[in-house]
């Protein structure tokens, strides 16, 4: 069993860059959802790897997708994993070996006949550990990949987003429970998958993990993020300026120009036409708000 995490674990393919978001947008395509780097399990118990890729709404949605999972026990010879347990964008299977084994998954597009392949698109790597023994949690922290979610019924828009767990000791094997504790907001799937409602409805959320280790003992933390349809409402004196900025937009993710872009800024008063007040070709990010 490793006592110390691996940095810069091997990888057949190296791994292909992060996506990007133009407000909210996929516009650059990607892995959206990548493995963990680590994963600590005993002998015996099953090994769950999720990923999911996001594709730019202007890709072809006629190629199909195709996944295949390779694994490594040196780093250095890599081998297909089973096929019963491949061909999906998740990993599931029950290890019979104790020790190190690394997994990496390839997703590509095809168009089946006559066969195209379109883009391809390799995951991190996952380093797997397999112990002996449980190994409990002293005490779990929740991260989310994205802190605001739309509820807005659209295709385009950031509607969900994945919530991880670290713990201490670094090398647990126990796992994590997901909860919430506003089901009308939100909802979170056992991967941690969190979606927003689509209902308009707005508000503060937390996303909740909870292990119960085997020797009987719990620990548990929880993560704000916030629903809302990407501005927040804002109540001023009278002859003061009130400024909108678009929520959602996250900075590792984002390009610095967003080219071919042009927001538009309206404004309505009570059931009055609604007028023009600010527009903005190709703007920066630090212009992406009106003043009135």
Do not use: C
């Not at 380093?127 to 002996?132: C, G, L």
């Not at 993560?223 to 002859?239: F, Y």
């Amino acid at each position: 069993m490793a006592e110390i995490e691996e940095e810069n674990p091997p990888y057949k393919y190296e791994p292909s860059p992060d996506p990007k978001r133009i407000l909210g947008i996929i516009s650059v395509s990607g892995y959206t959802e990548q493995p963990n780097s680590n994963y600590y399990i005993t002998l015996g118990e099953n090994l769950h790897i999720k990923t999911e890729v996001e594709r730019t709404p202007w890709s072809n949605f006629l190629l199909a997708s195709r996944y295949h999972w390779w694994q490594s026990t040196d780093g250095t010879t890599w081998t297909e994993v089973e096929k019963k347990f491949n061909g999906n964008s998740s990993l599931n299977l029950t290890p019979t070996k104790l020790g190190r084994t690394y997994y990496q998954l390839s997703t590509s597009y095809v168009l089946p006949f006559p066969h195209v392949i379109g883009s391809v698109f390799y995951s991190k790597v996952a380093t797997v550990d397999v112990s002996p023994q449980p190994i409990p949690a002293k005490n779990v922290k929740v991260h989310t990949r994205a802190d605001y979610l739309f509820n807005i019924d659209s295709n385009i828009t950031r509607s969900a987003t994945f919530a991880y767990s670290t713990s201490t000791p670094f090398n647990t094997t126990e796992s994590t429970k997901w909860s919430v504790d506003k089901p009308e907001l939100a909802t979170v799937d056992d991967d941690g998958h969190v979606f927003a409602n689509t209902r308009g409805k707005s508000g503060i959320v937390k996303v909740i993990a909870t292990i119960n280790n085997k020797d009987s003992t719990v620990v548990s933390d929880s993560k704000e993020i916030t629903i809302g349809n990407g501005l927040i409402d804002r109540a001023i004196p009278e002859g003061k300026k009130a400024r909108f900025e678009i929520q959602g937009l996250k900075d590792d993710e984002r390009e610095d120009e967003l080219s071919n872009i042009t927001i538009n800024w309206y404004k309505q008063i009570n059931s009055q036409q609604m007028e023009l007040v600010k527009s903005k070709s190709n703007p920066t990010f630090n212009d992406i708000f009106y003043e009135t």
